[in-house]
């Protein structure tokens, strides 16, 4: 059994479904199903970022990302059939790219306090602390975008596009919200505005680069804003 469809674009091969779910459950299995099964026990939300954490975080995206690129490497996937080339202009772009889902979060936000107070309450009451070192800060700027990106968009999605590219959106968008359930209802006011930016973006454009960028001056910059808090 396999993931069907027809696309014109440039795409990495078929993906049996059996590996397809034994990937997302290696992966994003690893990082939501503790966060869901520390909600349903009512487990507080929030966390803290400390150096440890997030060097541990980092060290389990390297290690899966490294085994899962090997193991489709041997089967054909290349980086060229999941993402244009990189251009100067990408940096850019990711720039424009943080910028709308910084402005869709925006609104998001503002609709979720008109229509959902209490949801919009509950997502500002989320703790998230911690004051990471900026060596750290920096380290995982540049390895969780492109471990994630990658996964989200150059695996789930590029998979799932030759189907339906509304299916492949929207499973980007549940994979990427999953991963953060530790953060409650925050996480899916954050999360989701800019996983759709940059899924309708990936899977219009065919291009990762940009994203990633976007990504990467995302993480840096609310991790400076977490380490100057008091």
Same mark, same amino acid.
């Given at each position: 059994?396999?993931?069907?469809?027809?696309?014109?674009?440039?795409?990495?091969?078929?993906?049996?479904?059996?590996?397809?779910?034994?990937?997302?459950?290696?992966?994003?299995?690893?990082?939501?199903?503790?966060?869901?099964?520390?909600?349903?026990?009512?487990?507080?939300?929030?966390?803290?970022?400390?150096?440890?954490?997030?060097?541990?975080?980092?060290?389990?995206?390297?290690?899966?990302?490294?085994?899962?690129?090997?193991?489709?490497?041997?089967?054909?996937?290349?980086?060229?059939?999941?993402?244009?080339?990189?251009?100067?202009?990408?940096?850019?772009?990711?720039?424009?790219?943080?910028?709308?889902?910084?402005?869709?979060?925006?609104?998001?936000?503002?609709?979720?306090?008109?229509?959902?107070?209490?949801?919009?309450?509950?997502?500002?009451?989320?703790?998230?602390?911690?004051?990471?070192?900026?060596?750290?800060?920096?380290?995982?700027?540049?390895?969780?975008?492109?471990?994630?990106?990658? %996964?989200?968009?150059? #695996?789930? +999605?590029?998979? =799932?596009?030759?189907?339906?590219? /509304?299916? !492949? $959106? &929207?499973?980007?968008?549940?994979?990427?919200?999953?991963?953060?359930?530790?953060?409650?209802?925050?996480?899916?006011?954050?999360?989701?505005?800019?996983?759709?930016?940059?899924?309708?973006?990936?899977?219009?454009?065919?291009? %990762?680069?940009?994203? #990633?960028? +976007?990504?990467? =001056?995302?993480?840096?910059?609310? /991790?400076? !804003? $977490? &380490?100057?808090?008091?």
């Amino acid at each position: 059994m396999t993931v069907e469809g027809v696309s014109n674009d440039p795409a990495p091969p078929r993906m049996p479904a059996a590996q397809f779910w034994v990937l997302l459950a290696s992966t994003v299995g690893v990082f939501g199903i503790p966060s869901l099964l520390r909600l349903t026990k009512g487990g507080a939300l929030g966390a803290t970022m400390s150096d440890a954490r997030l060097l541990g975080m980092v060290a389990v995206e390297f290690l899966l990302g490294l085994l899962w690129a090997l193991r489709l490497a041997s089967q054909g996937w290349t980086i060229s059939a999941i993402t244009q080339p990189f251009l100067a202009g990408d940096l850019l772009r990711g720039v424009l790219l943080f910028v709308a889902a910084w402005v869709a979060y925006y609104w998001t936000f503002v609709l979720a306090a008109a229509v959902a107070p209490r949801f919009a309450a509950a997502a500002r009451s989320a703790t998230i602390g911690g004051r990471p070192s900026f060596a750290v800060m920096l380290l995982v700027s540049l390895i969780n975008p492109m471990a994630e990106e990658f %996964l989200y968009l150059g #695996v789930i +999605a590029a998979t =799932l596009k030759r189907e339906d590219p /509304l299916l !492949a $959106l &929207s499973a980007s968008v549940l994979a990427r919200v999953f991963v953060h359930l530790y953060q409650g209802p925050l996480g899916i006011l954050s999360i989701t505005p800019a996983a759709i930016v940059f899924g309708a973006y990936y899977l219009r454009t065919r291009r %990762l680069w940009p994203v #990633v960028a +976007a990504h990467s =001056l995302m993480d840096f910059l609310g /991790l400076v !804003a $977490l &380490s100057q808090r008091a």
